[in-house]
């Protein structure tokens, strides 16, 4: 899903902020569940999520690239429309990250259109083998 441009720092902070966007909402879906799987999955299972990252402030430190940070907030933006409900929480989250990284919000809106279309085609993909 791009995430083989993030290094070792970056992944453990994408996992903490993705799992962050899963937990906002107080519900984890099954589809998010899903998502988290294959973002483990492709980190080779092997990342260590912080929870002081997942429950603290965002941490913006080792996203020192814009591809990182796009990379990131896509991420974050598939897990939350994988479960087809962009609950208010779940937009604090995002916008708490957005802002920190300092995003235009006309990217913003591409990202938006992307993350929508990898949802649905994440969610497709696991009807259609499980």
Known sequence: MFL????????????ALVTKMALADGKVAPEEVAVLEDIAFAFGKTERVPADEIYGATNIKPFDTEKSRV??????????????????????VLRET????A???????????????QADLTNELHDLID
Do not use: C
């Open 4 to 15: 083989s441009s993030l290094n070792d720092a970056q992944r453990k902070s994408f996992m």
């Open 71 to 92: 990379v990131t907030v896509l991420g974050m933006l598939v897990v939350a429309y994988s479960d087809s409900k962009f609950h208010v929480d779940e937009s604090t």
């Open 98 to 101: 957005i802002n920190a990284f």
């Open 103 to 117: 995003l235009p919000e006309e990217k913003l809106s591409a990202l938006k259109a992307w993350a929508r279309k």
